[in-house]
């Protein structure tokens, strides 16, 4: 009781200091609301980065690659400060401590089945020349071209004195996954914190082994516009020669 009191003073303080963090995933959460118009999820095909301009630094479109796993296609440039390098095709688990990537495999793959909203805070793991620094994830599910919930848009922004040495990766103090239900918005809730020893994030989040949902019909591409030019459009990240 005692650890989860202290832990949930810490994130009211991360919440009241976290102003770029707040601003950021209210922006990347209206513009998928938008997107939305009363649906359940919408279509990766659908995303422009002129909705998002003031949040494409810290953006990124993950790809499930199998259960819990989610694979980096595309990121804005303050993942690759983070960890010192281009994270491309890396797993989102590669930004974590090893003792807290469970908790993100459950939460992703509860955006994924769900499908759901999930919004996590972070701490950053401290150590020589590695200053505080706490952060907010948010995972938005999207549709793939073919139809199925296989797609992620979120962000990640960290805020602190400094990035220091890197790479930096983060310790998970408090989640709030809530379903996506059509035709209603999806709220924002203050994530919960969660206790250290915790395999997962609880019996509402799918396990592994769960059935999938039935996978709905294929959208029809953006008119006028082919996949190459709406995945040039998004280019955030330096592209290898």
Same mark, same amino acid.
């Given at each position: 009781?005692?650890?989860?009191?202290?832990t949930?003073?810490?994130?009211?303080?991360?919440?009241?200091?976290?102003?770029?963090?707040?601003?950021?995933?209210?922006?990347?959460?209206?513009?998928?609301?938008?997107?939305?118009?009363?649906?359940?999820?919408?279509?990766?095909?659908?995303?422009?980065? !002129?909705? +998002?301009?003031? #949040?494409? =630094?810290?953006? &990124?479109?993950?790809?499930? /690659? %199998?259960?819990? $796993?989610?694979?980096?296609?595309?990121?804005?440039?303050?993942?690759?400060?983070?960890?010192?390098?281009e994270?491309?095709g890396?797993?989102?688990?590669?930004?974590?401590?090893?003792?807290?990537? !469970?908790? +993100?495999?459950? #939460?992703? =793959?509860?955006? &994924?089945?769900?499908?759901? /909203? %999930?919004?996590? $805070?972070?701490?950053?793991?401290?150590?020589?020349?590695?200053?505080?620094?706490?952060?907010?994830?948010?995972l938005?599910?999207?549709?793939?071209?073919?139809?199925?919930?296989?797609?992620?848009?979120?962000?990640?922004?960290?805020?602190g004195?400094?990035?220091?040495?890197?790479?930096?990766?983060?310790?998970v103090?408090?989640?709030?996954?809530?379903?996506?239900?059509?035709?209603?918005?999806?709220?924002?809730?203050?994530?919960?914190?969660?206790?250290?020893?915790?395999?997962?994030?609880?019996?509402?989040?799918?396990?592994?082994?769960?059935?999938?949902?039935?996978?709905?019909?294929?959208?029809?591409?953006?008119?006028?516009?082919?996949?190459?030019?709406?995945?040039?459009?998004?280019?955030?990240?330096?592209?290898?020669?």
């Open positions: 009781m005692e650890r989860d009191l202290e949930m003073e810490k994130v009211i303080r991360m919440d009241q200091q976290g102003a770029i963090g707040r601003r950021v995933v209210q922006q990347l959460r209206a513009y998928w609301e938008g997107l939305r118009r009363g649906r359940d999820v919408p279509a990766r095909a659908e995303i422009d980065p !002129r909705g +998002i301009d003031g #949040a494409l =630094e810290y953006a &990124f479109i993950l790809e499930r /690659v %199998a259960p819990g $796993m989610g694979r980096f296609r595309l990121s804005g440039m303050h993942l690759t400060d983070l960890m010192g390098m994270v491309r890396m797993p989102l688990t590669a930004l974590f401590t090893p003792e807290a990537r !469970r908790r +993100i495999a459950d #939460a992703t =793959e509860a955006v &994924f089945q769900g499908p759901a /909203v %999930a919004e996590l $805070m972070l701490t950053a793991e401290a150590g020589i020349g590695k200053p505080p620094m706490t952060a907010r994830l948010l938005l599910p999207m549709k793939s071209d073919m139809g199925d919930v296989t797609r992620i848009l979120g962000c990640l922004v960290a805020e004195a400094g990035i220091g040495r890197t790479p930096r990766r983060f310790l103090d408090a989640v709030s996954v809530e379903p996506v239900v059509t035709g209603a918005p999806t709220p924002a809730q203050m994530p919960k914190p969660v206790r250290p020893e915790a395999l997962g994030l609880g019996a509402e989040i799918p396990h592994f082994g769960a059935p999938a949902a039935a996978t709905p019909a294929p959208r029809a591409p953006l008119p006028g516009r082919t996949p190459e030019e709406r995945r040039a459009m998004f280019r955030v990240i330096r592209s290898e020669d």
